[in-house]
C-alpha cells in the first residue's frame, strides 16, 4: 500500500509552547477557531468549515517518539463539471502524527485541503490560534543536504536518485524553465551534476533510501517542494516511517514555510 504524508510544523513562536493534552481535543471544531482569527485566516478557516462537516479531531495513543491523532469527518469533493448538483459528503479519516523532539506534524493519506482542515483544527486545540502549524517549503539547499545524505555509503550500503525535475535551469546559454530526469543511479550521470548545479529549484526528488537500520531494507520515497512525502515500498512498517522522518528532519533544516 502506497503512503501519502505532507509534512507540516509548528511555527518558531509556536514549537516549544503547544499542548498536547487529551482533554482539549474534546468536542473541537473549526468553527471554534472563528472566535480567535481575522482576515485572511479567517477567510480560509470558512473555506475549510464550507468542505467538511460532523468533524472530530481526537488523540488516540503515544510512543516515545510521537502522538497519534485522528481526524475524521464527512467531506464534499469537488463537483464535477458535467454534474448537476453538488457532490456528496462522504465519511473520511486519517492519522496525523505529533513529534514530541522537534516541531513537525505529519498528515498521512489525505489530500491538501484535507489535511488543511485538519492541522488548522490541530493548531489551535494545541496553540489556541489555527495558525500555528505551517505547510513545509523545500528550497534547492534543503534537496541538495537530502540528496547528499541520500548518497553516503553506511554500512548498510547507500541509497540512490532516480527521479528529479528542475526548474530555471541554464545550459549552453539556453535558459530551460523545467528539466526532468528519469533514470536508475542518476546521481553517476554527468548530465544530472551539470542540471542540477545550473537548476535554481527542485520540484521534487524521487529516491531510494539506503537500507534502514531497523529493518535493513530500502524504501522507494518521491518528495516535492511543498512538503509532500509520498512512500511506495509495500507493507510498511511504522517503526520504517519513523525512521525515514528522522532522516528528513535530522538532514533538512526547513528555513523557507508557507501557511498551512
Known sequence: MIRNCVIYRYSEESASIHDVNKS??????LSDCLTTVSGQVKKRVEAYINLVRAEKL???????LHYTAKYSCEFQPPKLIAAGSPSPFVPVSFEIWIRKANPLVIVFDAGRRLSGCAVALLSYITTGSSSSIEQIRLEKEDFLKLK???LVDSNLGKGEIRHISMRDVEVDKIKFKQIVLNASRLEESRIFSQFLSSASAIAYLSFITPPLVSTSRPLTCRINYWGSLTIYTPGLLDSEIEELIGMLEDRIPVKTRVKA
Open 148 to 150: 547528499d545524505s541520500i
Open 58 to 64: 481526537s488523540l488516540e495513543d503515544e510512543t516515545q
Open 24 to 29: 482539549r481535543f474534546s468536542d473541537v471544531t
